[in-house]
């Protein structure tokens, strides 16, 4: 499965934002999705994740209800809702996917197996 993420930006304290991430491939397989985040001069941390059917999300307690993960899997596609976003969460988010046939939820890196580029988000205070 090959990942393009997109909807980065820059946006003010307080601002939204969503992110996109396109599955191309073998994207016929169940499979768990999942993003993380960057932030700069610190290890990537798991965000939120979701399984094939959606039924089953979970986030990082730190995110205090602010996001909200979701996908469309006729569009083969992820969503990433992004509230009271806080000048604390600008870092490159990176979306990520089980292997094929995995399709709860993980919150490892460990457990996904392909990743996109990543997006760049930006809040300012």
């Known amino acids: 499965v090959q990942l393009q993420a997109s909807g980065g930006g820059l946006v003010q304290a307080g601002g939204s934002l969503r992110l996109s991430c396109a599955a191309s491939?073998?994207?016929?397989?169940?499979?768990?999705m999942g993003w993380f985040r960057q932030a700069p001069g610190k290890e990537r941390e798991f965000v939120a994740a979701?399984?094939?059917?959606?039924?089953?999300?979970t986030y990082v307690d730190s995110l205090e209800g602010r996001f909200t993960i979701s996908r469309d899997n006729a569009k083969n596609t992820v969503y990433l809702q992004m509230n009271s976003l806080k000048p604390d969460d600008t870092a490159v988010y990176y979306c990520?996917?089980?292997?094929?046939?995995?399709?709860?939820?993980?919150?490892?890196?460990?457990?996904?197996?392909?990743w996109g580029q990543g997006t760049q988000v930006t809040v300012s205070s």
């Open positions: 990520a996917a089980r292997p094929p046939g995995w399709s709860q939820v993980g919150i490892r890196e460990a457990d996904f197996r392909s």
């Open positions: 491939g073998r994207t016929g397989s169940m499979y768990g």
């Open positions: 979701i399984s094939w059917s959606g039924g089953t999300t």
